[in-house]
């Protein structure tokens, strides 16, 4: 497999029950266009057309509160070719360099930025500057202090930053936390997160240091990082972690290939995690607890996912995760909504702060403890 991209493919209880309803309709329509809408429509430009930019323009097709209207590339030839696809006006066409003059462009609401990690920090602050507000794609930067850069220009600007965090609105997903929210997992014990696929090209920019941050920590294992978080509940404390590194020419300085991680939580529950661009069939997260289990494989795939629990199968509907993302975000913005798991960038921050303790846990060789506010 090339990419993560490939690879993918392969709370109170009844405020749970309130959020998760909406979801729940859309996905028992064939399309989401059957739905009637009045409301406000968040109109977007997105920010990189490669593959996953294109995965969420066909997934926004659907889509009933969010509408595609705008793209910004630095590739001429892409830039027509979404034009005659999606009928995208050349006032709402841009490059990297002239995007800023979005400022002046009344029909664009947001900014989804789908480029390389390390290209986010100054595109969204540029977003932030234009009056527009911003979708980010995971992990939202490279690391803390620029997340927080990001964060902070974002308020400034008073407008919104909001990172793709797509399983945040995921049926089954939200169903194992509810479960974990009404007890019926009882006291948990242990989370493992494992998120891995054979990277292929050597040339491509997630081995690159400098526009990727580092190496699968920063573009698979951040799944199982957020993971943790929102299956168990709680923040972890510390970590302790270790890399394995057999290649040195495909994955040289600062670009992991393989880092097993552990953390600690407050209640004294535990995870064990593991990230790899070294080892296929691996996307499955693991819940314990003292009265049952949860189990997701394929946990955070495009779908679909499927999962299990110590009460049997997990039934929820099967859903496009980047239209329900992009509707809930509209919703968000607009309406204010509250998700269940935020998707703002203060949660992204929370992210990288724990990313930054990991690859110090690596160098260090010693347990690092993790402070979040």
Known sequence: MNSRRDFLQKIGVSALALHLAPLVGWA??????????????????????????????????????????????????????????????????????????????????????????????????????AGKHAISEKPMSVNAQQGQEMVDAC?????????????????????????????????????QGQCGFTIGDPTQWRLNKQLAGGGAIMDIGIYAINGSRYMTGEEPIWVTAQETK??????????????????????????????????????????????????????????????????????????????????EMAGIIFENKKPIVPVDGEEAVKDLKIIDAIYLAVKTGKKVDIKLS
């Open 155 to 191: 308020k400034k600007a008073g407008v919104k930053l909001l990172v793709g965090y797509r399983m945040h609105f995921e049926p089954k997903t939200l169903e194992v936390i509810r479960m974990r929210q009404a007890g019926e997992f009882g006291k948990i014990m242990f989370f």
């Open 246 to 327: 057999t290649d040195h020419e495909k994955f040289k300085e600062g670009v992991d290939e393989t880092i097993q991680f552990q953390f600690g939580f407050p209640s004294g529950a535990v995870a064990s995690c593991l990230s790899t661009y070294n080892m296929n069939n691996l996307d499955r997260f693991f819940l314990d607890g003292g009265k049952g289990f949860a189990e997701l494989q394929p946990s955070t795939g495009y779908g679909p996912i499927q999962g299990r629990t110590h009460k049997g199968e997990l039934t929820q509907p099967i859903t496009t995760h980047q239209t329900v993302q992009m509707d």
């Open 28 to 129: 028992n329509n064939t399309t989401n266009n059957e739905k009637t809408y009045d409301g406000k429509v968040l109109r977007v430009a997105i920010m990189g057309l490669g593959s996953y930019g294109t995965r969420v323009a066909e997934a926004m097709q659907s889509c009933t509160k969010a509408k595609l209207v705008g793209v910004i590339s630095g590739t001429p030839s892409k830039v027509k070719a979404w034009q005659s696809k999606y009928g995208i006006p050349e006032k709402n066409c841009y490059n990297y360099e002239n995007f800023d003059n979005i400022k002046n462009n009344p029909d664009i609401d947001a900014v989804y930025v789908i480029t390389p990690n390390g290209l986010h920090h100054d595109q969204v602050i540029r977003i932030a500057k």
